[in-house]
């Protein structure tokens, strides 16, 4: 059975002119000539996405959108109608987000958090801003130091809710971030804390050593390109690790820390060094 606005694997029927027709049980689903994969013939399997044309043909490609059908994804809108607006999400023909699927007046060039479905009325993969009931804390899938995806929601007082795993929220606070953020980034991170009410604080990167260990090897890395010597330490500006590390000083400290204990690198009042 085929799944609208998801990957399907399906077989090759024929080969014509324009592209191949594959198998949906019935006259066959096209795969235009500019997404057939080199060397596919007939009796072949190939992966696509399936989804309706400009003329409300169901159509296939090997292009792969910005989500399928469940995700919840950023994008920017690219042009507005009295219906609706349309967004980017990657393939020839843009989502469609009805005017009564707005929460916002979404204008072109911004960029909207959305949930891709299916319209019940016209089996067409849409979009809809309105994503709440979609998501909730009632039971957690994640437990304090798990790894999650992070998709930036929207800013508040105290930092960034974030949407944790397509599935949960969680807030981001302004403390524990050290590089720009913005609705709509994506991020790796780890539940910090799960508090009364399955309230969640997250954080960016790693948990404890493992976010050190990946990071000392960036340091270590950017030691031996900088010639053994990079005049940063432990009484460094923030901001100044920060803006040549991509991390905060905390962890900065920390990694450093963990080199020297190991008698890689020594450590300055000029900056830190590579032991040969």
Known sequence: MIQVGRYNTLKVLRKVEFGVFLDDGADGILLPKRFVPPGLEPGDEVK??????????????????????????????????????????????????????????????????????????????AATEKIESFLSNDNLEVKEKDLVDILVYRRTDIGYTVIINGRHTGVLHFNEIYRNIQVGDRAKGFIKTIRPENKIDVVLGEPGYNRVGSEADKILGLLNTQGGFLPYHDKSDPEDIYDYFGMSKKTFKMAIGNLFRQKVIEITDHGIRLIK
């Open 48 to 125: 696509v996405f399936i989804y309706h044309d400009s003329e409300d043909r169901l159509i296939a490609t090997t292009q792969e959108p910005a989500g399928i059908v469940g995700d919840i994804v950023a994008l920017k809108a690219v042009s507005v109608t009295r219906q609706g607006a349309f967004l980017d999400w990657g393939l020839m023909k843009d989502i469609f987000v009805p005017r009564s699927r707005q929460i916002s007046v979404m204008r072109v060039g911004g960029m909207y958090i959305v949930r891709i479905y299916v319209d019940e009325q016209t089996g067409r993969v």
